[in-house]
């Protein structure tokens, strides 16, 4: 089938090395930002998130950095796995308590053994 | 737990049919959201469903496209008179409450193909 992948940007890499995958967005109003998974033929899947006020979360292999003076994200995911090949995606709200996400195109990650 | 389900996963339909889409969020989320996936693209946000109060309806491409949310719970997407440009992902997410930092948790989405 068709893989929504395939027009993204994306990132090759071996297993075992660490990822890095990159977001940038545009409204410094921004105060959530979240990654999300998506393997071929499924949802979205919630990895990790971070709030405006912070600078750096970690999860299980894992690590969000914002920097917010170039509005820059990123998403960096340690010793990858060819289960973590998918697209990549990263999402803000755009306002203050404000539910509905912006999400940006994103990249996907190809893992080779 | 059960997560937020679809239905159906695939539909293929003639260009000026109309198709509803159906989505069951996860039980208790207050919240309810529709996104739109063209390939290769990102989430398109359609609609958004909290509690009782009025839907937010601002990304909606035409008036061709309505959802409803029944009960506060299940909700359904309409797209009538469908053309070719509609096929894409249709996806559904709910989360717990309103709020910008909730969790949107993700079915697995309706593939729609218009010949």
């Known amino acids: 089938g068709e893989s929504v992948g395939l027009h993204l940007p994306t990132l090759s890499v071996q297993e075992g090395d660490n990822s890095i995958i990159n977001c940038a967005y545009s409204?410094?109003?921004?105060?959530?930002f979240i990654w999300y998974k998506q393997e071929s033929g499924k949802g979205p899947q919630f990895i990790i998130d971070?709030?405006?006020?912070?600078d750096k979360r970690q999860g299980q292999r894992v690590t969000v950095l914002l920097n917010k003076t170039v509005k820059h994200l990123s998403l960096q995911i340690a010793a990858t796995q060819p289960g973590d090949s998918a697209v990549y995606f990263c999402?803000?709200?755009?306002?203050?308590?404000?539910?509905?996400?912006?999400f940006g195109k994103g990249t996907m990650l190809l893992v080779s053994p | 737990g059960a997560g937020v389900s679809q239905s159906p996963s695939n539909k293929v339909t003639e260009k000026g049919k109309d198709v509803e889409l159906r989505c069951d969020p996860i039980?208790?989320?207050?919240?309810l959201y529709w996104y739109r996936q063209s390939l290769g693209q990102g989430l398109e946000f359609l609609i958004y469903?909290?509690?009782?109060?009025?839907?937010?309806k601002s990304g909606l491409p035409s008036d061709r496209f309505s959802a409803e949310r029944t009960g506060g719970s299940v909700s359904t997407l309409t797209i009538q008179r469908t053309q070719q440009e509609d096929s894409a992902v249709y996806l559904c997410?709910?989360?717990?409450?309103?709020?910008?930092?909730?969790?949107?948790?993700f079915g697995p989405g309706t593939r729609l193909t218009v010949l």
């Open positions: 997410a709910s989360s717990p409450n309103r709020g910008g930092t909730d969790t949107q948790y």
């Open positions: 409204n410094s109003a921004s105060d959530y």
């Open positions: 971070i709030r405006s006020n912070m």
């Open positions: 999402a803000e709200n755009r306002r203050s308590g404000y539910s509905t996400l912006t």
């Open positions: 039980s208790g989320h207050t919240a």
């Open positions: 469903f909290q509690g009782n109060s009025a839907p937010d």
